[in-house]
């Protein structure tokens, strides 16, 4: 079973920046990709980015050239790094792990989430 640990969020103004952390542990690693999503209350899981084990990102329209998905393998942590963050940004991010089918990610285990809000 795969545990994983968000951090990072908080509270900035628009145009802001903001770096997330998401920390794997409790199993050898056993994923082929990991991804970050955000998800409102009582609406649905909204996808932001994935990266692959090798390094292939694929990122949402609605944070290309702003938001950058990274990942350090050796220590099993996942990285966000979020600029020019606008109003509409703001959301509950989450972290997953998943296998790679295709082009996809199928995912498996999920984070708690990191609460992000961005003030106009």
């Known amino acids: 079973q795969v545990q994983l640990v968000e951090s990072g969020g908080g509270s900035v103004q628009a145009e802001g920046s903001l770096r997330l952390s998401c920390a794997a542990s409790?199993?050898?690693?056993?994923?082929?990709?990991m991804g970050w999503y955000r998800q409102d209350s009582g609406k649905t899981r909204k996808f932001v980015a994935h990266?692959?084990?090798?390094?292939?990102?694929v990122y949402a329209d609605s944070v290309k050239g702003r938001f950058t998905i990274s990942q350090d393998n050796a220590k099993n942590t996942l990285f966000l790094q979020m600029d020019n963050l606008k109003p509409e940004d703001t959301s509950m991010y989450l972290c997953?792990?998943?296998?790679?089918?295709?082009?996809?990610?199928?995912?498996?285990?999920w984070g708690q989430g990191t609460q992000v809000t961005v003030s106009s």
């Open positions: 997953a792990t998943g296998d790679l089918r295709g082009s996809g990610c199928f995912w498996g285990n």
């Open positions: 990266i692959t084990n090798d390094g292939r990102t």
């Open positions: 409790g199993t050898t690693r056993g994923w082929s990709c």
